[in-house]
């Protein structure tokens, strides 16, 4: 089944203590991308990564880091999380070539609470 | 990318067909019309998009008017499960992962 997946689904951390979000496509596309979601602020890009090693910032990429090694895999990464990186994450990928690349698959997402 | 207007929330009967508009009046020649979902706190699902021609897929038909102004997004048999944010974006397909701007979408309530 063609998926998206993100883990954890859930957590639940203190300020400070580095974690990561994992994400992993099984769809072989080459565009991955973070997104937060808040009440009142929609969704919002943190950022995206159109190949293997070459990412780029969104809208909002402060106190976040990326990578992607692997073409399936774009985990983010948060080193001193803070209260206001409190949000449901979701990560989306997508084909290159023409419009296709505007149909975004989504993952199920990750609530994540920074005490 | 053109801007969207979608009413704030509609009903609907299970098992009718349910309508969901969208007015895109400043769209340009090159912009398509997607359509995605959320259901509640889930990741957004892609439905639908179009150009300028009416398209369906197994999940709903899009009627886009001549002018490319509005469109309508058409769920034939709306059930419990569709009850959701829908979202209507305008934007160039060009080929890239910029992010796609949702908006405030449309509460669609499928009432039994």
């Known amino acids: 089944e063609a998926q998206v997946t993100q883990n954890p689904r859930y957590l639940i951390t203190v300020t400070g203590k580095k974690l990561t979000v994992t994400c992993s496509q099984n769809?072989?596309?080459?565009?991955m991308s973070w997104y937060r979601q808040d009440p009142g602020l929609g969704l919002r890009q943190i950022y995206y990564?159109?190949?293997?090693?070459?990412?780029d910032k969104g809208d909002v990429p402060e106190g976040y880091k990326v990578s992607r090694k692997e073409k399936r895999n774009f985990p983010l990464i948060l080193e001193s999380p803070s209260p206001n990186q409190t949000s449901l994450y979701f990560c989306?990928?997508?084909?290159?070539?023409?419009?296709?690349?505007?149909?975004?698959?989504f993952g199920p997402g990750t609530r994540l609470t920074v005490l | 990318d053109a801007k969207t207007t979608q009413p704030t929330s509609m009903d609907c009967a299970e098992g009718r067909a349910a309508n969901l508009p969208c007015n895109h009046s400043?769209?340009?020649?090159?912009?398509?019309v997607y359509w995605y979902r959320q259901i509640h706190s889930q990741g957004p699902q892609y439905i639908i998009h179009g150009l300028k021609n009416n398209e369906t897929n197994e999940m709903a038909s899009l009627i886009i008017t001549e002018d490319r102004k509005s469109s309508t997004l058409i769920l034939p048999h709306a059930t419990l499960r569709d009850t959701a944010v829908y979202y209507c974006i305008v934007r160039v397909g060009s080929g890239s992962a910029r992010q796609l701007t949702f908006g405030s979408g449309t509460q669609l309530t499928v009432l039994p």
């Open positions: 990564s159109m190949n293997v090693e070459v990412t």
């Open positions: 769809m072989n596309h080459e565009y």
């Open positions: 400043t769209i340009s020649g090159n912009e398509y």
């Open positions: 989306a990928s997508s084909k290159r070539t023409g419009v296709d690349t505007d149909t975004q698959y």
